[in-house]
Nanobody, 124 residues
Framework: QVELVESGGGSVQSGGSLRLSCTASAYRNSNYCMGWFRQTPEKEREGVASINSDGSTSYADSVKGRFTISRDIAKNTLYLQMTSLKPGDTAMYYC??????????????????WGQGTRVTVSS
């Protein structure tokens, strides 16, 4: 497993933007997949976006065209650029990684390393 620390959450008005960051502890290589998930007290955990070691990405339909996942290998950092935010995007956002796989579906059950979460609040 790797240790993950998220940052960048906050409060923003509808239509605004935020960028989340997730810094991973050093690992012998970067050939593993990572992802962003979110959860509210009312909903089950939802996959937001994932990125594989070859750079391929997957997005939930609800965020396609608005969110962009990216990764800086040299900085061991994962990003989630969020634009055109809506109140429905309000949630605790979690970074996840799975060092045993280079490819991960957008399914939280395959990830074994998780961050502590960062809160995003979007007001109307």
């Amino acid at each position: 497993q790797v240790e993950l620390v998220e940052s960048g959450g906050g409060s923003v008005q509808s239509g605004g933007s935020l960028r989340l960051s997730c810094t991973a502890s050093a690992y012998r290589n970067s050939n593993y997949c990572m992802g962003w998930f979110r959860q509210t007290p009312e909903k089950e955990r939802e996959g937001v976006a994932s990125i594989n070691s070859d750079g391929s990405t997957s997005y939930a339909d609800s965020v396609k065209g608005r969110f962009t996942i990216s990764r800086d290998i040299a900085k061991n950092t994962l990003y989630l650029q969020m634009t055109s935010l809506k109140p429905g995007d309000t949630a605790m956002y979690y970074c996840a990684a799975e060092i045993r796989r280079w490819f991960c579906p957008l399914d939280g059950s395959v990830f074994t390393s998780w961050g502590q979460g960062t809160r995003v609040t979007v007001s109307s």
